[in-house]
């Protein structure tokens, strides 16, 4: 029997749910969402309601309240943030068998069509027809209550909500490792120390990388690096330093090895091209990061070198995996949340994540209007 609603709510009727908001005004703020409070006797086949306990702020969130956009997509209207979450089924519908109320669960943000080509193929993270939530015009997670697809709330078992809040920045690493093709022994620089930065350098280490070079501009976020993986070299990139001058430094910092892969976390143009000048021939350059829509690059470097340079965009059936990794201990994702914010605090929290000058590495806003009896 499933739990009624009013009995694992405590907030009161009249805000039962609110969500984080930005507008392409830039304005940032908490306001009343759905789904409401009858909404969880009305789930669609295939439907789970859950209350979401913790929310991890991303480098898109916040691109889309100061930006208002990230490349093509664009903030319109007001729109929910969020999309690194995590929480606790209420109810399901009774097509819905592997979950059930109480279970803890973390969410792949996406719905797809499982019709076109990418779905059909394995490949559903180039849906033709994908919603992924946060992205404009569908509705983030930085809710108290959602309704989603049963199939994409993952059960985490016994896992921390905080840790399962960060299952999706490691599926977007988990993603970058395979396709990129890190092997054992591999040299790979990997530039930018921000929250995917830093996630890689942890998958990059697990998959016996070595040696591994991590870059940014900021010191801080280097030595925060250095602590998260003592045997890591890390390099800070000075402002107006050639592009093909840091791809050498970071072959003496190698001791003369050249990377074998780059993985870019910045979409930065600098950035991409001091990675191309650093890899060795017949290398790769793999680039996470969103940036600009057009980018100059020293093409001829690539030809004449014979260097991939392979895009990635969101990920594709890594949950399962990442769930595994992290229950086991293999990677220990914790170290990264640096701050915490309950939902009413969210422009705070949004400030402190988009300001360098706070050392925060993952901010997550915690959800304390919900009371399921298993926090």
């Known amino acids: 029997m499933q739990p009624s609603f009013d009995a694992v709510c405590s907030i009161p009727p009249s805000n039962l749910n609110i969500g984080v ?4 005004a830039h304005k940032l703020y908490v306001a009343d969402a759905v789904p409401g409070k009858h909404s969880i006797d009305s789930l669609r086949q295939g439907e789970a309601f859950v209350a979401i306990f913790n929310t991890g702020i991303c480098g898109s ?4 309240w100061k930006d208002g956009r990230v490349g093509p997509m664009v903030v319109t209207d007001a729109h929910i943030l969020g999309h690194e979450a995590a929480g606790v ?4 519908h009774p097509s ?3 979950l059930k109320a109480g279970d803890r669960v973390a969410i792949e943000p996406n719905i797809i069509c499982r019709e076109c080509e990418p779905c ?3 490949r559903y993270n180039g849906c033709e027809k994908m919603e992924f939530l946060s992205t404009p015009p569908f509705p983030g997670l930085l809710r108290r209550f959602v309704k989603h697809p049963a199939v994409w709330c993952h059960n985490i078992g016994n896992m921390p909500f905080e840790d399962g809040a960060l299952l999706e920045p490691l599926s977007v690493a988990l993603a970058a490792i395979e396709r990129s ?7 790979v620089l990997i530039c930018g120390a921000g929250p995917i930065g830093l996630v890689t350098l942890l998958c990059c280490r697990a998959a016996g990388a070595e040696p591994i070079v991590i870059t940014d501009i900021d010191e801080g976020r280097l030595e925060f690096a250095m602590k998260l993986v003592p045997s890591v070299t890390t390099y800070r990139v000075q402002p107006k330093t050639a592009d093909e001058e840091i791809g050498r430094s970071i072959t003496s910092l190698m001791a003369g090895i050249e990377p074998s ?18 890899v060795k021939f017949g290398g790769k350059v793999f680039v996470i990061g969103v940036g600009k829509d057009e980018i100059k690059i020293p093409f001829m470097r690539l030809s004449t070198r014979e260097i991939d340079l392979q895009f990635q965009y969101r990920y594709n059936n890594t949950w399962p995996r990442a769930i595994r990794l992290v229950k086991s201990g293999v990677i220990d994702l914790k170290r990264l949340v640096t701050h915490t914010f309950d939902m009413e605090n969210a422009p705070e929290a949004f400030k402190t994540a988009a300001d360098p000058s706070t050392g925060a590495i993952k901010v997550q806003i915690l959800n304390q209007g919900v009371n399921t009896g298993r926090q």
């Open 96 to 98: 819905v068998k592997h």
């Open 61 to 64: 969130d916040v691109h889309f």
């Open 261 to 278: 892969i780059a993985i870019d976390c910045t979409g930065v143009k600098s950035s991409i091209s001091a990675a191309i000048w650093a």
């Open 181 to 187: 093709g890190v092997r054992l022994g591999d040299p």
């Open 120 to 122: 059909l193929t394995g």
């Open 21 to 24: 908001y930005t507008d392409p």
């Open 89 to 92: 089924v209420l109810a399901v």
